[in-house]
């Protein structure tokens, strides 16, 4: 297969991070006879600083003749005070924007190596194996009209929209994602109250006809946010409006205890995809070679399985990963048990080494 990517490192440990997964892809890529075209473009921070906006019109061109994005993080204490507008995070919210990704997919997967980092006690984290999806394009944080406050100061608005096709959209994607995992799918929502949580509900039980061998269940979100902690070995898909997905998914990043493992994807209707690492800029790390490349490697092996429907090759990538961090190697943010603590360079040589070596390489290149 030959592919286009769009690299975009931004700012603090973006580049190291990057250059991390971009090195454990042409591995994979190579072993398995795959071609890859990256092309690197401004986003954030440097991007700032080198074409004066966080998001150049010259990186959304790159980006569109990609088949997909891979991207670091942004931000740092040297655009804290800047206008508004000037702002490193602007790139990323104009990036999804522009680009229509609708869906936000974030796996949370227990590590044994790691279990003893989660605040969680191991039985019951030992299983979990999740993924939420959020929808990016909605709610509360897009209302409209947008929020307003009344004459007087001492009334505020927030309106909570959504359309039948933005609800359909990403119910359809999480029924598709269930249907390739443990088809269990839980749809969030608080149709007790809202009416637009009614309407979710109802699309929901009208998209579960078409996918019946996915079992769903409709769950208020306060509930939900409980059995997260009670009981996160139940859950396989879950599905929700922007807010309520904003507050669980980072609710379920701490389960697992290591916000530098967590990878994520924005998707749309298509197979295009934006791939990142959960965690931000880190610029209190950033150029010592201490950052985790883990979450933005396990990101890439997500838009091997997502935009490319690469299974095997991204198996590679997360069997590599688990095999590094039973071997004992880890970065300094991780609690690993005896772990051998390396640079984000040395951990990188392992996980290529490991996938160099690996049974599951095919045997033409053995
Ligand atoms: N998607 C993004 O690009 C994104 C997300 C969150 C925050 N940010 C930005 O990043 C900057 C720093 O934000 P923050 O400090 O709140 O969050 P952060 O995720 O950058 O860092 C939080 C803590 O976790 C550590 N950490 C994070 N990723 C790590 C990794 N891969 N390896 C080792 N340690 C890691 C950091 O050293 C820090 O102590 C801010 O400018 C913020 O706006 C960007």
């Not at 398995?32 to 600083?49: K, P, Q, R, S, T």
């Not at 080198?50 to 998001?55: C, D, I, M, S, W």
């Not at 071997?327 to 300094?332: A, K, L, M, Q, S």
Request: proline share 5%; hydrophobic share 40%.
């Amino acid at each position: 297969m030959k592919m286009k990517l769009a690299v975009l490192p931004g700012d603090g440990i973006g580049p190291e991070v990057m250059d991390a997964a971009i090195r454990v892809l042409k591995t994979v890529l190579d072993n398995y006879g795959h071609e890859a075209v990256f092309e690197n473009a401004l986003i954030g921070g440097a991007a700032i600083d080198e074409a004066g906006t966080p998001l150049p019109e010259e990186t959304l061109d790159i980006c569109r003749r990609s088949d997909a994005i891979l991207l670091g993080a942004v931000g740092g204490p040297k655009w804290d005070h800047n206008p508004a507008s000037l702002r490193p995070e602007k790139g990323l919210l104009g990036i999804r924007k522009e680009m229509g990704l609708f869906a936000n997919l974030r796996p949370v997967k227990a590590y044994a190596p790691l279990l003893n980092a989660s605040p969680l006690k191991r039985e019951r984290v030992e299983n979990v194996d999740l993924v939420i999806v959020r929808e990016l394009t909605g709610g509360l944080y897009f209302g409209r009209p947008s929020e307003r406050r009344g004459p007087d100061g001492n009334e505020v608005i927030d309106t909570l929209a959504y359309t039948r096709e933005e609800i359909e959209r990403i119910i359809e994607k999480a029924f598709q994602l269930a249907q390739i995992r443990r088809k269990k799918l839980a749809s969030v929502d608080k149709a007790n109250v809202l009416e637009s949580s009614r309407m979710w509900r109802e699309i929901a039980e009208e998209t579960a006809k078409k996918y019946p061998d996915v079992e769903v269940s409709h769950m208020l979100v306060d509930s939900t946010s409980m059995q997260l902690i009670a009981n996160p070995g139940q859950f396989d898909v879950i599905v929700t409006e922007n807010m309520f997905g904003d507050i669980l998914s980072d609710e379920a990043s701490v389960i697992t205890g290591s916000l530098g493992m967590l990878p994520s994807a924005s998707l749309r209707s298509d197979r295009f995809g934006m791939y990142e690492p959960v965690h931000g800029s880190a610029p209190d790390i950033a150029g010592q070679g201490k950052a985790n490349p883990l979450g933005t490697v396990l990101s890439a092996a997500l838009m091997l399985r997502y935009s490319f429907g690469l299974e095997k090759e991204a198996a590679a990538i997360e069997k590599a990963v688990d095999d590094v961090l039973q071997d004992g190697y880890c970065t300094g943010d991780l609690q690993v048990k005896n772990g051998k603590v390396v640079s984000t360079h040395e951990l990188t040589d392992k996980l290529i080494e490991k996938l160099n070596n690996s049974e599951a390489r095919p045997r033409i290149l053995q």
